[in-house]
């Protein structure tokens, strides 16, 4: 898909954007899900010995890939000062891999990289946008499932799959959210969120079935998580003091998750949410701005002034909304917050709801849903279970396994 608009795109780069009747200089940024960024650069998929597209550290210790991780660092090494990925490896690694094809790529790991293709696009690696959507939906599955292997991990066996069976239901009926199909049977973005500030309703599970030391690093994970949330998901320049907040409170959570619980790996996400997005959100201010969502809103802004920004290409007609948006002035939230009307307070604030009051649910007659949509939910709420408990059993039967293996070697 991308590549019909490799030339347009190299253009706009290379020219600028004319406005005003001065040429401004244009910045790309490469933004969606990880997958998609290692393929856009010509990088090995995330489970290469290289995962990460923006630094060089290696996956985990390795005995084959010594040189590696005394060179580069390991991701499992929290306090390890990454190595930044540098463009001109990109346009080298291109060029060797057009003209030399395969024998480029087979010339060892410490020359590619784990760049093993030519790159579609070349892009600043800081410049690659750590996607709000995909870390929020990402980490706090990771946040439940946690759950699941703290009790595991304390022996509890019939608390495994109650535990696991009841939050799904619990955080339907107490927090309105349940997985979807569209996002693999997991929560959407907006939901993510939802849970982050209802964790009492995921930690109230815990009193009496494990530790109390547990049950403290547990909750406060998600009190971390939650505070950290809302700033990347945010579509505005965010102050310096909060961006210093966030970046410290990542390196925090992921400290304390890597501290307290020693099965868990260092993910890609959580590596991209302790090493770069504090980074990225420092160095421009915003990663709402630039995530995934944010350009579809601008895709559908142009699709519906398609005649106003019709150019002969799609990324001319791109250019042709910049132009106009950049004419129009610095708009900033703060625009809107000013001209949106303001609905009176009644002194006092409003009345509570009463027992027979019909604003409340229970008081409400009739069903939200038919019975198959009903039956559809529930459904979907176990299977999200089943597969959650299943996920932290293998987990924590490997995590069994690798510390049996240390312990005799």
């Known amino acids: ?28 940024f490469l933004t969606r899900d990880n997958l998609f960024m290692t393929t856009v650069i010509g990088h090995k998929v995330p489970d290469g ?61 410490s020359v590619h990289l784990s760049i093993e293709r030519p790159p579609l696009v070349i892009v600043d690696p800081r410049q690659m946008v750590p996607s709000p959507v995909h870390l929020t939906i990402g980490i706090t599955r990771r946040i439940l499932r946690l759950g699941v292997e703290i009790l595991i991990a ?20 107490e927090a309105g959210v349940h ?43 998600w009190e971390l998580w939650s505070g950290l949330v809302p700033t990347p998901n945010r579509a505005a320049y965010i102050p310096r003091d909060e ?8 390196k925090t959570f992921a400290g304390l ?12 996400k959580l590596h991209i949410l302790l090493c770069h997005a504090g980074e ?17 809103a601008w895709h559908g802004h142009i699709n519906q002034n398609a005649a106003q920004f019709s150019a002969e290409t799609e990324v001319q007609a791109c250019v042709c909304a910049l132009r106009a948006a950049a004419l129009a002035g610095a708009a900033t939230d703060a625009v809107p917050r000013v001209r949106s009307p303001i609905r009176k307070r009644k002194p006092g604030g409003s009345r509570p709801a009463l027992l027979g009051d019909r604003r ?50």
């Open 257 to 268: 998750i890597h501290r307290e619980f020693p099965w868990v790996n260092v993910s890609p």
């Open 49 to 109: 010995s290289l995962p990460c597209p923006t630094c060089l550290e290696s996956k985990l210790p390795d005995k084959a890939h010594l040189a590696l991780d005394l060179a580069f660092g390991s991701k499992k090494d929290l306090c390890c000062t990454h190595r930044p990925r540098h463009s001109s490896h990109l346009v080298e690694m291109g060029a060797a891999l057009t003209t030399g094809g395969r024998a480029a790529a087979d010339s060892g790991l």
């Open 1 to 28: 898909m991308l590549r019909p608009h490799r030339a347009a795109v190299q253009d706009l780069l290379r020219r600028g954007v004319i406005i005003g009747g001065q040429r401004r200089a244009a910045r790309i």
């Open 154 to 173: 304390d022996r509890s066996p019939l608390a495994w799959w109650l535990f696991a069976d009841a939050l799904a239901e619990d955080l339907c009926q």
């Open 360 to 409: 409340r649910k229970e008081n409400k007659g009739g069903v939200r849903h038919c019975r198959a949509t009903t039956d559809k939910g529930a459904k979907e709420r176990r299977a999200w279970a089943k597969a959650l408990f299943f996920e932290a059993l293998d987990r924590m039967e490997n995590w069994e396994e690798r510390k049996s293996v240390d312990a005799a070697g």
């Open 179 to 221: 997985p979807v199909p569209h996002h693999g049977g997991n929560f959407i973005g907006r939901h993510s969120g939802t849970i982050a500030r209802r964790r009492d309703i995921v930690c109230s599970g815990f009193h009496g079935r494990v530790s109390s030391t547990r049950v403290s690093a547990y909750t406060r994970a």
């Open 280 to 296: 990225f959100l420092c160095r421009f201010g915003s990663i709402g701005l630039y995530g995934e969502q944010t350009v579809e």
């Open 243 to 250: 961006q210093q907040r966030f970046a410290s409170d990542a």
